[in-house]
């Protein structure tokens, strides 16, 4: 009866083990793979635009059609700092991808003018890594499928922006005055005595 009980026991392990390579989702998503898992933490200034460059290759043996697009995850209590989708362009949006073929996109940021200081698009500066996707909140998003056919695959990256104060306007020229002080100075001492010796001249003639 123990070893009848035993055998029992054994063809129930293997049967809820085969049965669990059944049930676990086969990822489609490696069929187009991408260079990282998240664009998160981009810096800028209010008014300027962020690009950052994104590759996908082809692992699957059939021509994919695909596309991009953004997606911003409501969450309650949340505040307009989280969707950024608005700000978000990537370039191109449709593509086709073959096996082998990589393929490069450019996400653009166009940060608002009025965008205060602080982090866009996610509520910590971790969200980009493992374990913290309840912090994530917007996201950009490649779909495929095999050419011709309706069942897409993808994946989300999330996304976030980190605006900076914006910057002194007259810090250009305060830059170039500083690394070109002594340039300028002998500028002003020649242009000061060539004004003295015109007088100077004028006065004797």
């Given at each position: 009866?123990?070893k009848?009980?035993?055998?029992?026991c054994?063809?129930?392990?293997?049967?809820?083990?085969?049965?669990?390579?059944l049930?676990i989702?086969?990822?489609?998503?490696?069929?187009?793979?991408?260079?990282?898992?998240s664009?998160?933490?981009?810096?800028g200034?209010?008014?300027?635009?962020?690009?950052?460059?994104i590759?996908?290759?082809?692992?699957?043996?059939?021509e994919?059609?695909?596309?991009?697009?953004?997606?911003?995850?409501?969450?309650e209590?949340?505040?307009g700092?989280?969707?950024?989708t608005g700000?978000?362009?990537i370039e191109?949006?449709?593509?086709?991808?073959?096996?082998?073929?990589?393929?490069?996109?450019t996400?653009k940021?166009k940060i608002?003018?009025?965008?205060?200081?602080?982090?866009?698009?996610a509520?910590?500066?971790?969200?980009?890594?493992?374990?913290?996707?309840?912090?994530?909140r917007?996201?950009?998003v490649?779909?495929?499928?095999i050419?011709?056919?309706?069942?897409?695959s993808?994946?989300?990256?999330?996304?976030?922006?980190?605006?900076?104060?914006?910057?002194?306007?007259?810090?250009?020229?305060?830059?170039?005055v500083?690394?070109?002080?002594?340039i300028?100075?002998?500028?002003i001492?020649?242009?000061?005595m060539?004004?003295?010796?015109l007088?100077r001249?004028?006065?004797?003639?």
């Open positions: 009866m123990t009848n009980l035993k055998m029992y054994k063809n129930i392990v293997l049967f809820a083990l085969l049965l669990g390579l049930l989702p086969i990822s489609t998503a490696l069929a187009t793979s991408v260079d990282r898992t664009v998160c933490n981009l810096e200034f209010p008014g300027k635009t962020i690009e950052q460059e590759t996908l290759e082809g692992t699957s043996p059939e994919r059609s695909g596309f991009w697009y953004t997606h911003y995850k409501e969450v209590g949340n505040d700092k989280m969707d950024i700000w978000i362009t191109p949006k449709d593509y086709t991808i073959k096996q082998g073929e990589i393929k490069s996109f996400v940021v608002p003018k009025d965008a205060g200081q602080g982090l866009w698009g509520t910590s500066e971790e969200a980009g890594k493992e374990g913290h996707s309840g912090e994530r917007t996201y950009i490649f779909k495929d499928a050419t011709g056919g309706n069942v897409y993808g994946l989300l990256l999330p996304i976030s922006v980190k605006v900076l104060k914006s910057p002194n306007p007259l810090a250009p020229v305060i830059n170039f500083k690394q070109n002080i002594i300028i100075l002998l500028s001492i020649i242009i000061v060539a004004v003295f010796f007088k001249r004028k006065r004797v003639n």
